[in-house]
């Protein structure tokens, strides 16, 4: 599973700034379509100091999704506000404006 995790990181980490990703673009960009849930675990045990862009990954509606923290999701809207990503309404962002052309 390390190895798995490992690629995930890899790509989000292409990620530009000002650009997201979805949890199942990351997973067909690793070789492994279909597997959204998986990138999700990953980044849920994302190393401490680990110099990975999580936030710039959200669901396929372009929403941030929940966590287990009650702060994370303002924290995650902070970090990409930062980058100049706009959301619409209460949590979500144009995909189709800020999503990575990673293909």
Known sequence: MRSLYRRFYDIVRKIPRGRVATYGQVARLAGMPR????VGYALAMLPDGEAVPWHRVLNSKGEISFRDHPDSARHQRALLERERVVFRGEKRISLKRFQWKSE
């Not at 597997?35 to 998986?38: L, S, V, W």
């Open 35 to 38: 597997h959204a849930r998986h």
